[in-house]
């Protein structure tokens, strides 16, 4: 921690980089463990990149790849073991919550994010609004669906 002056370092109950306070929070009880150690680094790797909160949630996958890659060039220096299959759980961890963010709620369809929470399906036109936590389970709200006015409201009825 010494190596890096311009980071406060917070004693918690969890890792995470806190970009409005230049702070991290780490987890003193799993610091004596490679993976305490592994997470610490990870984190020292957003700050030393200067993540930013993320717009767009392939910009998420970016940030995490590059923390993760500062941990694998600076793990020797900390005694530190690289862990490649908790890393992989990690980068699925997310991939997984990107997917189902990304899935249509109405017809199944992976699709594109048109807005920091809001995505729109091009095969069935539905757009829909997602909670932003990434601790929290998928919430996906239809705000809107294409209707065919050859069709009728009765496209849509269950």
């Known amino acids: 921690m010494q190596d890096f002056p311009d980071i406060n370092f917070i004693p918690g109950s ?19 463990s490679n993976s305490g150690r592994l997470a610490l680094l990870h984190e020292i790797g957003h700050a030393s990149h200067n993540h930013r909160i993320y717009k767009y949630d392939m910009e ?6 590059e923390a993760w890659d500062f941990v694998r060039q600076h793990a020797a220096k900390y005694g530190i073991k690289v ?4 890393i992989a759980r990690c980068i699925d961890s997310y991939d997984y919550w990107l997917t189902k963010r990304a899935t249509c709620p109405d017809c199944q369809n992976f699709s594109l994010q048109k807005g920091r929470d809001e995505y729109g399906c091009f095969a069935c036109g539905a757009v829909w609004q997602v909670n932003w936590r990434k601790d ?9 669906r294409y209707e065919d006015p050859r069709l009728g409201a009765q496209q849509f009825a269950s």
Do not use: C, F, G
């Open 14 to 32: 969890y890792y995470m980089w806190s970009p409005n306070n230049q702070a991290i929070v780490y987890d003193a009880k799993r610091l004596k």
């Open 60 to 65: 998420l996958i970016r940030i995490e790849m």
């Open 83 to 86: 862990d490649e299959k908790h």
């Open 136 to 144: 929290r389970r998928v919430k996906r709200t239809i705000m809107s």
